[in-house]
């Protein structure tokens, strides 16, 4: 009961731009499954939350407790992941030590806990992880250190989230360490795993794509994004985001130096605005981007039309249909969402 009066009464609250809030939580994620209905999941201090719309984001259910996880990870670009299956949701989700657990929701709509995702005790210590699926095949990925210094590493699901591979090192840096703080990014489509990572070679933080083209058991060379790079003796907090085309090639948005960038591997890179926590969805073969440019949460639309959503930072969208994306950010320990037509 009380859940529901709290959630009755966050329908009814807007942002300065006139959005709902639609939950009391942070680092919110979204992702939509084969009947179109979108699922959300995010934190709210250890309690790993979830709730969805079956009206392709106009309204959300009540939230529903997933679990309680001692010092969960919510915060900072750190935050529980979702994806879906054939076989139903997978949440991952780690905790402050630096174990990430899975959580799988089946058709009878339970929430259970699976495996553990890392195969060694307390390695993913930065809290920076990513989920991706498609059809069967789940892929996480997150930054371990093991060996002490920060890798790239990832495990496969092919159960819906029950159980996970063996551990495998999928980029190490020759020059010691990948960048420490910015979160990685997947995207699975088929057999193809593209994993994008913010890396730290040669005194410069830049973006790096690599894949694997047989279901995530072995990855080729990384592969540098752009032709400029960013010499900085820090880490940015900012790692980007990748997105599968309709003629299923990655697309890839990220930042240097506080400008937006986007290319497809290989290409040159072309530079979109200025800000920070960027993102990317292809929508019926065009790309729409999102990003915080001081302190407000931006659209660019397919056409190149700017639509600013308010106050807010780390947005996530996602395409609800052919003319609509859905987007969602926190700002305050509140979710907000928008749905913007294309």
């Given at each position: 009961?009380?859940?529901?009066?709290?959630?009755?009464?966050?329908?009814?609250?807007?942002?300065?731009?006139?959005?709902?809030?639609?939950?009391?939580?942070?680092?919110?994620?979204?992702?939509?499954?084969?009947?179109?209905?979108?699922?959300?999941?995010?934190?709210?201090?250890?309690?790993i939350l979830y709730s969805y719309s079956s009206n392709r984001g106009s309204t959300f259910s009540a939230p529903s407790l997933i679990s309680i996880l001692p010092k969960l990870a919510a915060s900072h670009t750190r935050g529980p992941q979702i994806a879906s299956t054939s076989k139903g949701l997978i949440v991952t989700a780690c905790n402050e030590m630096g174990d990430i657990f899975s959580f799988a929701k089946d058709g009878s709509g339970k929430w259970s806990q699976g495996a553990r995702v890392n195969d060694m005790d307390?390695?993913?210590?930065?809290?920076?992880?990513?989920?991706?699926?498609?059809?069967?095949?789940?892929?996480?990925?997150?930054l371990d250190l093991r060996d002490k210094h920060?890798?790239?590493?990832?495990?496969?699901s092919t159960d819906g989230g029950k159980s996970w591979s063996k551990n495998i090192m999928i980029y190490a840096s020759p020059d010691t360490t990948v960048c420490e703080c910015c979160k990685p990014s997947v995207a699975v489509n088929g057999n193809n795993v593209y994993v994008m990572f913010r890396n730290w070679?040669?005194?410069?933080?830049?973006?790096?794509?690599?894949?694997?083209?047989?279901?995530?058991?072995?990855?080729?060379?990384?592969e540098k994004l752009g032709s400029g790079s960013w010499a900085l003796n820090g880490c940015p907090m900012d790692g980007g985001g990748i997105a599968i085309s309709n003629r299923g090639n990655p697309e890839t948005v990220w930042n240097r130096k506080g400008v937006i960038y986007a290319c497809e591997p290989g290409k040159e890179e072309k530079e979109l605005g200025k800000g920070k926590n960027c993102t990317i969805e292809t929508v019926n073969g065009k790309n729409v981007y999102a990003w915080v440019e001081d302190g407000e949460v931006i659209i660019l639309k397919p056409q190149g039309m700017k639509k600013n959503l308010g106050r807010g930072h780390l947005p996530v969208i996602k395409a609800v249909n052919n003319e609509h994306i859905l987007c969602v950010w926190e700002n305050g320990k509140q979710i907000h969402r928008a749905i913007i037509e294309l």
């Open positions: 009961m009380i859940i529901s009066i709290v959630f009755i009464f966050l329908c009814s609250c807007k942002n300065e731009n006139g959005n709902p809030v639609i939950a009391v939580g942070q680092m919110p994620n979204l992702v939509k499954d084969n009947s179109d209905n979108i699922h959300l999941v995010y934190g709210n201090g250890d309690s307390t390695v993913a210590k930065e809290n920076l992880m990513a989920l991706a699926a498609d059809g069967d095949n789940a892929f996480a990925v997150w920060n890798k790239i590493f990832g495990a496969k070679l040669n005194g410069n933080r830049d973006l790096y794509l690599i894949q694997s083209s047989d279901n995530g058991d072995t990855f080729g060379q990384a």
